[in-house]
């Protein structure tokens, strides 16, 4: 099986750009929706790098880890929208600095 | 297996999806050079003896129901594809692969039957 | 440059161009069809891996299923009006991006230090990208976790329906 044309570093390096992505979304957008989607950019970025090394080690465990993670991330959506949807119907908002009744 | 291999096998892959670029574009560009630029009044642009007559606006906000009917869905798309694997193996695995499935299933067929209870299902 | 180099360097190319503009949008709606795109280009960097399997999974769980919640929360709450598109680029973008930029620069030198290439096998030795290698090794040593999902995925229903639905 030949795999290896593109070296590992290169998927790596595209991984480290994917996250780095997703986090500054993260840090710097205001739509809860958008953040939502932010982390699913840095959990994509994660499963990037889990499958590369389990390709080029030889390990299916890393894509079983991708799998579950991919779980995770359904389960996510479902409650964190859900949370998105509960806070749009008390607040009328989906930005997040607005919702600060818990701020001290 | 030379690399040639794998990017042939994956060919009609890439064909397909250059395709569906290709004929999805032309056909955006194609609109606008060939159709008339002026003239577009409301009958004009209305649908032509085919489909429905658009009676509002596409941009209106939709019942959570529909919320409800797709976070379920993907709770039960994410059990299909954890079936996936189980399936090619299912010879090899035998009894132990079959229980351990069937418990999966319980699991969620008890969500399923929670969500149907609360009536969450019901479209009212 | 072989080919494989050549179509991983341009599904990197989109991949990157396409999470910018999910992260950059001001419209959700261009965010989440963006994000749509990043999903198609990942499954196809996965495919030069020979991954197949997770392939058709990221298509079928991330582009097919999250991505259809997602938009259809996105009508529900009908957030795609222009006049509530205010987010003002202040200290928060500035920190948000210094802070970006530090993680790339750890993260990067922390990918290209030692690790790659150490213990990395022989072409030829290994497959493991095929269905039948990821259930051999989910139903034989990871079945506890398997189980555990299970789990999960009702929790997140018992608690999804409990959050979204007005009346119980």
């Not at chain 1, 119907?89 to 930005?95: A, E, P």
């Not at chain 2, 299909?80 to 132990?96: C, N």
């Not at chain 3, 598109?85 to 970006?100: D, H, K, Q, V, W």
């Amino acid at each position: 099986m030949n795999l290896q044309s593109v070296p590992l570093e290169y998927y790596l390096t595209l991984s480290a750009i994917l996250f780095v992505i997703g986090a500054v979304g993260v840090l710097t957008r205001r739509n809860a929706i958008i953040i939502f989607m932010s982390i699913e950019l840095m959990l994509n970025a994660v499963n990037l790098t889990l499958v590369a090394f389990s390709q080029f080690f030889g390990d299916p465990g890393g894509q079983i880890f991708v799998f579950f993670v991919m779980a995770v991330a359904a389960a996510e959506a479902a409650v964190g929208l859900a949370i998105v949807l509960a806070l749009f119907r008390n607040k009328q908002t989906v930005y997040v600095d607005e919702v600060n009744i818990m701020k001290w | 297996m030379g690399e040639n291999n794998i990017v042939v096998s994956y060919l009609p892959l890439i064909v397909m999806v250059a395709v569906g670029f290709v004929f999805g574009l032309s056909n955006v560009f194609l609109a606008e050079i060939l159709g008339s630029r002026r003239n577009k009044t409301n009958v004009k642009l209305d649908t032509y003896e085919c489909g429905m007559e658009p009676v509002k606006t596409a941009r209106e906000r939709f019942s959570v129901k529909f919320y409800l009917v797709a976070m379920l869905f993907i709770v039960f798309d994410i059990e299909i594809v954890f079936m996936y694997p189980w399936a090619v193996k299912f010879r090899e695995l035998g009894e132990i692969g079959l229980v351990a499935m069937l418990l999966f299933m319980a699991l969620l067929f008890a969500g399923f039957v929670y969500v149907y209870k609360k009536g969450a299902l019901t479209w009212d | 440059m072989s080919v494989t180099v050549l179509l991983f360097g341009i599904l990197a190319v989109v991949a990157v161009a396409s999470g910018i503009s999910t992260v950059m949008s001001r419209n959700p709606v261009a965010s989440a069809m963006s994000l749509v795109l990043h999903f198609f280009t990942l499954a196809g960097i996965y495919l030069t891996l020979q991954a197949q399997f997770i392939a058709a999974v990221q298509v079928l769980v991330y582009a097919g299923a999250i991505m259809v919640l997602v938009v259809f929360m996105i009508m529900l709450l009908n957030v795609g009006r222009e006049e509530q598109m205010r987010e003002n680029p202040g200290y928060r973008t500035i920190i948000g991006t210094a802070l970006g930029v530090m993680l790339a620069f750890q993260v990067g030198k922390t990918a290209f230090t030692d690790v790659a290439g150490r213990h990395v096998l022989p072409p030829g030795s290994a497959v493991t990208g095929t269905t039948e290698a990821l259930g051999e090794t989910l139903f034989k040593m990871y079945l506890f976790p398997f189980e555990a999902v299970s789990l999960l995925l009702l929790v997140a229903v018992v608690g999804a329906v409990i959050l979204a639905k007005r009346k119980i």
